[in-house]
């Protein structure tokens, strides 16, 4: 079981308050469980990759284990402690100022 | 007892204004998908419950919302907007070939025969269609397809297509405006296309009077005379008798012919309505009081109208889609501003009082009388 937590505005058009629970089959990347998370949300589709590039929009992070992983492979394996439902897998909207 | 809801799409969220047909008395609901830009809010003329949304933000991208009961619900719908085949490229900004990509949608224009099938111009500039609700979009890719299209250039807000307008006596005849690339029409339904700018004048462009690169702000029409297209230009009111084969320049005795938004009145086909903005650097109104100015013979001559409107400090800007009138007897004209305020007018202009003051900066008006 995979946790997720969302960015306020995912949660708004998921309807969702707290963090998300996804079964992901094999071994889970962020693709995997972005893939569950838009089978479960279909409205979240296209709102964390562009659709046709199927790639993570820019102005959106992941993160892990306190760790940035937006900037590797997206089929690249989680950390244990997040496909064993230890720690949670963050969706994150860049920080803007202003 | 008829009365008019007022779709208003701002910069974070968008909401909905309802009163009876006197005006006087307002209900604001809202915002709905807070703190996402909702650039464009219209409602179906066959179906008034029928309303499309568009919702994006730059950090997620682009959703439709639809709602099927006036706006007090919403739910979302397609939001793949694919250009068709291998997209191309448009000329960059250092005039380099740019690759076509998807940003957001301005601007939805239900048909004016079936809740079902909206337009949605968007930017890249493209033409959209969906003949499901909103459900699906197919591009309508003669537009930019046309052998223009790879000459067409952003302007500093994006090469956005704004404008659409469906002649209501030819549903085969499509007008659409692209900043900046220009006006184009098509009598097929929007399968071919070709630029209607002749007598456009851009001191920005080499040349001048060049077929296509044009900033074109908004056009309008009346119903009743489809042929009648009035036009705010970056700089310049125009209009054509022709359907746009031809323009000529009604800016006269305006203060600033540089403006956004232009519409006509609902009984008058030559009474047409502005705001004028000080300049292209300048992006509020002349001598910081908002002035909305009226045509009452189809340009040339112009009137401010400034009856309750802020008359000094007063620095907004109105967009391109943010004004809107009403079909009531007296017919009812509405704008929005960049500082958040709604206004209406019950008396084609006459006079104006605030909806609201403090909304977000207000991106679209759009209104439907109710019976």
């Given amino acids: 079981m995979i946790r997720v937590v969302l960015p306020a505005h995912l949660k708004m058009l998921a309807k969702v308050s707290g963090e998300v629970e996804l079964e992901v089959a094999g071994t889970p990347s962020p693709a995997s469980v972005i893939d569950a998370l838009e089978a479960r949300f279909p409205v979240l589709l296209g709102t964390i990759r562009d659709p046709s590039t199927r790639q993570r929009r820019k102005f959106v992070r992941f993160f892990a284990c306190e760790k940035d992983l937006s900037l590797e492979p997206i089929d690249v394996a989680l950390p244990e402690d997040v496909t064993r439902g230890r720690e949670p897998f963050f969706v994150i909207g860049a920080m803007a100022g202003g | ?371």
């Avoid at chain 2, 519409?263 to 001598?287: G, K, L, N, Q, R």
Wanted: proline residues 7%.
């Fill in chain 2, 1 to 371: 007892m008829s009365g008019v809801r007022v779709l208003v799409g701002t910069r974070k969220g968008a909401f909905v204004l309802r009163a009876d047909g006197t005006r006087k008395n307002w209900d604001v609901s809202g915002p709905f998908f807070g703190g996402w830009e909702v650039f464009h809010v219209k409602g179906s003329p066959v179906d008034p419950n029928r309303i499309y949304a568009s919702q994006s933000t730059s950090w997620f991208g682009q959703l439709i919302q639809r709602s099927d009961d006036g706006g007090l619900s919403w739910n979302p719908v397609g939001n793949q907007f694919i250009y068709d085949g291998v997209p191309g490229t448009h000329q960059w900004y250092d005039g380099t070939p740019h690759p076509w990509e998807f940003a957001r949608v301005w601007h939805l224009e239900p048909s004016l025969s079936d809740p079902d099938t909206v337009l949605a111009g968007v930017e890249d500039a493209a033409l959209f269609r969906s003949v499901d609700g909103g459900m699906s979009w197919s591009e309508l890719s003669g537009l930019r397809g046309h052998d223009t299209g790879s000459a067409w250039q952003p302007g500093a807000g994006g090469m956005c297509l704004h404008t659409i307008i469906v002649s209501p006596k030819d549903p085969c005849r499509i007008f659409v405006a692209i900043s900046s690339a220009g006006a184009f029409r098509s009598d097929d339904e929007g399968t071919t296309w070709r630029p209607i700018n002749h007598g456009l004048h851009s001191e920005g462009l080499p040349d001048e009077d060049a077929e296509v690169g044009h900033c074109v702000h908004r056009i309008a029409l009346h119903p009743s005379n489809p042929d009648v297209l009035y036009m705010q230009k970056h700089w310049d009111v125009m209009r054509s008798d022709n359907a746009g084969e031809s323009w000529s320049e009604v800016s006269g005795n305006l203060p600033s012919d540089f403006g956004f938004a232009i519409d006509v009145h609902a009984h008058e086909p030559e009474t047409v309505y502005v705001v004028p903005i000080t300049s292209d650097s300048e992006h509020f109104p002349p001598e910081g009081k908002l002035r909305v100015y009226r045509s009452r013979s189809g340009g040339n001559e112009w009137e401010p109208l400034a009856r309750g409107l802020p008359q000094e400090h007063c620095y907004v800007d109105v967009l391109r889609d943010a004004m809107a009138v009403d079909t009531l007897d007296d017919c009812g004209v509405y704008f929005g501003t960049t500082g958040g305020q709604v206004y209406a007018s019950a008396n084609s202009g006459d006079s104006w009082d605030p909806i609201v003051r403090d909304l977000p900066a207000v991106l679209s008006v759009e209104v439907q009388t109710l019976a």
